[in-house]
């Protein structure tokens, strides 16, 4: 199972960023994916999660509305796309994928975003 994360970088207050995750290793379609992140000294935190099949999703209350989870089961990926950025949302951002809904299996490396001006 693999899951690498693409996208991440420095964006000024108020800027957007593209996640990508890419997966193999596992039946995409059937699992849950999700980003989640850490800011240094605090627990990691669930951001979005989007469903196998359907298109249902969740959204941490912090980033509603300024962040929109999507997957390509076609070429097993998951996006996260993070608009109107904020310096509280500098993290690390990972991808995860669960073959259950609230059950995280499986962590890509992370990708840091720096939200800073």
């Known amino acids: 199972v693999q899951l690498v994360e693409y996208g991440g970088g420095l964006v000024q207050p108020g800027g957007s960023l593209r996640l990508s995750c890419a997966a193999s290793?596992?039946?995409?379609?059937?699992?849950?994916m999700s980003w989640h992140r850490q800011a240094p000294g605090r627990e990691r935190e669930l951001v979005a999660a989007?469903?196998?099949?359907?298109?249902?999703?969740n959204y941490a209350d912090s980033v509603k509305g300024r962040f929109t989870i999507s997957r390509d089961n076609t070429n097993n990926a998951v996006y996260l796309q993070m608009n109107s950025l904020k310096p509280e949302d500098t993290a690390v951002y990972y991808c995860?994928?669960?073959?259950?809904?609230?059950?995280?299996?499986?962590w890509g490396q992370g990708t840091q975003v720096t939200v800073s001006s």
């Open positions: 290793g596992f039946t995409f379609r059937r699992y849950h």
């Open positions: 995860n994928a669960g073959e259950w809904w609230g059950k995280y299996d499986y």
């Open positions: 989007i469903t196998s099949v359907g298109g249902g999703t």
